[in-house]
């Protein structure tokens, strides 16, 4: 068996996993102002960048061959509220980036967010009751909306993080009435309550802003089955992608979902696994490049299409040479 592992010749000619720069998905945080980038503590080496900015980084990713990026708002705290009204403002800050990005990359895919934690005052992704509970069905009417307002500021790609029941078909719906028939839906399916979100909640705000936690709507991390029910809701109702997130502690969840569906399942490497990694790089324990370039390669291996990563640009540029 070690012959053909020899040669690096070798190694690469009978790899059975390739990774390459079109398998990243580049997640970037939004905030107001003008040449702005501010540093996120809990997150070394990532930033969040005002729009022109952003524009910015969607010709870096053309640059290096990253098919996509993925925007999330950290919105004002004057517009935060209880309804989460600025998620459906044409000119809010994620419509902003939109427009900039598309205009500076036309090249570049544009993933956003349809969820309302990023504009409640509450910190929840969606509308709550007296009681402090999530309401489903309000929530989606809201989500729709907030769907095509993205949309008509020329989103790719629409990303629902939320977990209500039934906005991938609403949303579906919606696009077509609206006539962005091209417009596609890449549903977080699989997304579990975990505790690996807090950096990324830093990033937008809402760290302080969340009351309870989100166990009602996301996934328990005990449950598979559950996940391959989410799965195939969310394609019956018109996904043309679906997610699981977190990324590495859900490796199997990821393989039974592109075994079962065989469908294009994408995997987000969330905002505390790459702080694990910088961490880790940090105490000296390990090599940031040859961390970042295994992990990735996990991914794939266990069938994931691609990665949402913030180490995309690095990975790319590895790879690249």
Partial sequence: MRRTRVAPWSRRMVAET????????????????????????????VSRWSVERIAERAREAE?????????????PANLRSDDGREALNPDNLMCRAIRAAKEAAPGVGVLTDVALDPYTSHGHDGLVDARGNVMNDVT????????????????DVIAPSDM???????????????????????????????????????AVGTRGLL????????????NAEEALREVALDLAEGADTVMVKPGLPYLDIVRRVKERFEVPVFAYQVSGEY?????????????????????????KRAGASGVLTYHAPLAARLMLG
């Fill in 211 to 222: 009351k309870g936690d989100k166990r009602g709507y996301q996934m328990d991390s005990a």
């Fill in 164 to 202: 209500m029941d039934g906005r991938v078909g609403a949303i579906r719906a919606a696009l077509e009435a609206g006539g962005h028939h091209d417009v596609q839906i890449m549903a977080y399916a699989a997304k579990y309550a975990s505790a690996y979100y807090g950096p990324f909640r830093d």
């Fill in 63 to 75: 640059a290096l061959g990253i098919p996509c990026i993925a925007l999330f708002p950290n919105t």
């Fill in 18 to 45: 390739v990774l390459t720069p079109a398998d990243l998905i580049w997640p970037l945080f939004v905030t107001e102002g003008s040449g702005v980038e501010e540093p996120i503590a809990s997150l070394p080496g």
């Fill in 275 to 299: 702080a694990m990694i910088e961490a880790s790089v940090a105490a000296g324990a390990g090599d940031r490049d040859a961390l970042v370039l295994e992990t990735l390669m996990a991914f």
């Fill in 140 to 155: 989606s009417e809201v989500l729709v909306q907030q769907a095509i307002v993205q949309a008509e500021a020329g989103s």
